[in-house]
């Protein structure tokens, strides 16, 4: 049966301590959460949501196109101290419906501003030698997966203070399980439909499930065959 529209997904900037029931990591204050009834607050990492970028408040045009070409997106709400509400932060949305609705509505020179500002932010959160180290890993694992994907997988993975799997202590070691999940979670994103399946109001338990047969495949294909 197919899945209708839902109510739009938010994510808070925390005022108060917390801690993810998932993984167990202490959300301090200003963590970026997902609240579940009665679960509590998940990380963005553990709520599926940490591959979305940031879009600021402030263009309503920009923001507009931006969450109609983005198959997943969450509005991003801090709470008012002074005026005793939730108040819109921006948007998250996926790299590449920002990057396209960035270069329908602005000026060249104002894209390559605006990229030059994310890269440059990218950087300074990134260990460049251990990126290097997980990628070269996860091309070892998976050979035949697609041209340059190990990049992205790594330094998807390896943000520091973000949590991912990369950051655990297995995966610095480069351990096969660790890395596999890295691999399993970008395959999850962008070769399946899970995320559209999270839009339409998924739990996130159950569309994990509807497609993880199609991660088994993409699994097998991208493996070595001895």
């Known amino acids: 049966m197919p899945m209708g529209p839902t109510a739009e997904l938010k994510v808070f900037i925390t005022t108060t301590d917390a801690t993810c029931p998932d993984c167990g990591e202490r959300l301090g204050h200003g963590a ?9 607050a998940f990380c963005l990492s553990c709520a599926d949501l940490d591959h979305l970028t940031f879009l600021p408040s402030g263009d309503a045009a920009l923001t507009r196109r931006a969450r109609k070409h983005s198959t997943l997106s969450a509005v991003v709400l801090k709470w008012s101290r002074a005026r005793k509400q939730y108040e ?18 602005l000026a060249d020179s104002e894209v390559r501003e605006r990229r030059r500002e994310r890269e440059a932010a990218r950087r300074a959160e990134l260990d460049r030698e251990y990126v290097e180290h997980f990628a070269a890993r996860a091309r070892e694992l998976f050979p035949r997966c697609h041209q340059a994907r190990e990049i992205v997988i790594a330094e998807h993975a390896c943000l520091k203070y973000s949590g991912r799997v990369g950051r655990s202590a297995a995966a610095k070691t480069l351990d096969e399980a660790a890395v596999r999940l890295a691999v399993i979670a970008h395959i999850r994103h962008t070769e399946t439909e899970y995320d559209t399946r999270l839009a ?6 159950d569309a994990r499930m509807q497609v993880e047969d199609k991660i088994d495949r993409v699994l097998a294909r991208w493996q070595a065959h001895k």
Do not use: F, M, P, Y
């Open 88 to 105: 819109r932060q921006g948007l998250l949305v996926q790299a590449e419906a920002l990057e396209q609705v960035e270069q329908e509505c």
């Open 200 to 205: 339409r109001g998924s739990e996130r338990h």
């Open 32 to 40: 970026w959460i997902t609240l579940v009834e009665n679960k509590g």
